[in-house]
């Protein structure tokens, strides 16, 4: 028995949420990179064909074996006689907290199928088939119990379905994207934090002068980004950025946003076009199961992409090897 789940990808204009400041978009540099971001944002389905029986069982033995939740308890700490060291007196209680349920059994369920995109049947099925004593440790904390179930589901799921992910791409949507609009036409700006939660100032004019964005800074949301636009100084980039929402979908059944692109002059004088997902950690099985999920789809989006013929590259950066390295990997 098998399920097949089927995701669409609708590159959507979020931009207009925010009504912050504005971020500049620089008119000449957007024109070479317009190639790539088109191909950003094609509309797609990614597909995988999942055993059901082999992803029930990995998920029962994972849980079996990793699902743990302890009691809520509070501990209450008096002290007295304060002022004096000699006679200042400690004394701790613990008191266990009462459960109460937020979920019905079907709720329970229904949330799991809805954050993993599996079936409810699968989901009960999984249930079901967990020992007794794991399944009673849900209701002394359900909230937690509903993070760390799903934690191990979505690693059952990827380890089933990673070398299954393919796509079908329909047609690229040049309207209404983070970057242009109803018309196709570049916007003039985009409003602050489409990009990141921190403004990150450039201080070299030579990365500013291949920026998308017309400004002296970039917004970021972590400390490897930063680094990622400090090694954005490579004479091969032609221009870059920071990526707004273009939402490729994933197997895990969330939408999917790279970090950066890149235009890239390869060897021959061609153009390449440069993905990068900067992650912070200094191994690839460091970062989340979900994350890495994400990824694995992303290379099988831009896969697809090369296939019909995009000279496109997608990669993961860690803490290292930096940027120059990975450019100079891609165009060998």
Same mark, same amino acid.
């Given at each position: 028995m098998s399920e097949i789940w089927v995701a669409d990808h609708k590159a959507k204009d979020r931009s207009g949420k925010k009504e912050k400041g504005e971020i500049k978009i620089h008119q000449e540099n957007f024109k070479k990179f317009k190639a790539l971001w088109d191909n950003l944002n094609y509309d797609a389905v990614v597909k995988y064909d999942i055993d059901s029986d082999t992803l029930i069982k990995s998920a029962i033995e994972k849980i079996d074996a990793n699902f743990e939740i302890n009691g809520q308890d509070i501990i209450i700490k008096r002290d007295k006689n304060v002022e004096s060291k000699e006679k200042h007196d400690s004394q701790k209680d613990t008191v266990t907290v009462e459960t109460h349920s937020i979920f019905t059994l079907y709720e329970f369920i229904k949330a799991l199928s809805n954050n993993t995109k599996l079936s409810m049947q699968t989901i009960a099925k999984v249930l079901h088939g967990i020992k007794k004593e794991k399944f009673d440790l849900i209701p002394q904390n359900e909230n937690l119990a509903l993070k760390k179930i799903e934690e191990q589901l979505v690693s059952a799921i990827y380890e089933t379905i990673i070398n299954k992910i393919s796509y079908d791409l329909k047609e690229i949507k040049t309207c209404n994207t983070s970057l242009t609009d109803k018309d196709g036409n570049m916007?003039? %700006?985009? =409003?602050?934090?489409?990009?990141? /939660?921190? &403004?990150? &100032?450039? *201080? &070299?004019?030579?990365? !500013?002068?291949?920026?998308?964005y017309n400004?002296? %800074?970039?917004? /970021? #949301?972590?400390? $490897?980004?930063?680094?990622? !636009? #400090?090694?954005? +100084? +490579?004479?091969? $980039?032609? /221009? %870059?950025?920071?990526? =707004?929402?273009? *939402? $490729? =979908?994933?197997?895990?059944?969330?939408?999917?946003? =790279? +970090? %950066?692109?890149?235009?890239?002059?390869?060897? +021959?004088? &061609?153009?390449l076009y440069f993905v990068v997902e900067a992650k912070g950690y200094d191994k690839f099985y460091d970062i989340s199961t979900k994350e890495r999920l994400q990824i694995k789809s992303a290379e099988a989006f831009f896969k697809k992409l090369k296939d019909i013929g995009v000279n496109v590259e997608y990669k993961t950066k860690l803490n290292s090897p930096e940027l120059s390295q990975l450019i100079s990997d891609i165009l060998k």
């Amino acid at each position: 028995m098998s399920e097949i789940w089927v995701a669409d990808h609708k590159a959507k204009d979020r931009s207009g949420k925010k009504e912050k400041g504005e971020i500049k978009i620089h008119q000449e540099n957007f024109k070479k990179f317009k190639a790539l971001w088109d191909n950003l944002n094609y509309d797609a389905v990614v597909k995988y064909d999942i055993d059901s029986d082999t992803l029930i069982k990995s998920a029962i033995e994972k849980i079996d074996a990793n699902f743990e939740i302890n009691g809520q308890d509070i501990i209450i700490k008096r002290d007295k006689n304060v002022e004096s060291k000699e006679k200042h007196d400690s004394q701790k209680d613990t008191v266990t907290v009462e459960t109460h349920s937020i979920f019905t059994l079907y709720e329970f369920i229904k949330a799991l199928s809805n954050n993993t995109k599996l079936s409810m049947q699968t989901i009960a099925k999984v249930l079901h088939g967990i020992k007794k004593e794991k399944f009673d440790l849900i209701p002394q904390n359900e909230n937690l119990a509903l993070k760390k179930i799903e934690e191990q589901l979505v690693s059952a799921i990827y380890e089933t379905i990673i070398n299954k992910i393919s796509y079908d791409l329909k047609e690229i949507k040049t309207c209404n994207t983070s970057l242009t609009d109803k018309d196709g036409n570049m916007k003039e %700006f985009i =409003p602050e934090g489409s990009l990141g /939660v921190e &403004k990150y &100032k450039i *201080n &070299k004019k030579s990365i !500013i002068a291949k920026s998308i964005y017309n400004e002296d %800074f970039m917004e /970021v #949301d972590s400390t $490897i980004e930063k680094l990622t !636009i #400090d090694e954005s +100084d +490579d004479k091969k $980039i032609t /221009v %870059f950025g920071k990526l =707004p929402k273009v *939402n $490729i =979908p994933t197997a895990h059944g969330r939408h999917y946003n =790279p +970090d %950066f692109g890149y235009v890239i002059e390869s060897k +021959d004088g &061609k153009e390449l076009y440069f993905v990068v997902e900067a992650k912070g950690y200094d191994k690839f099985y460091d970062i989340s199961t979900k994350e890495r999920l994400q990824i694995k789809s992303a290379e099988a989006f831009f896969k697809k992409l090369k296939d019909i013929g995009v000279n496109v590259e997608y990669k993961t950066k860690l803490n290292s090897p930096e940027l120059s390295q990975l450019i100079s990997d891609i165009l060998k």
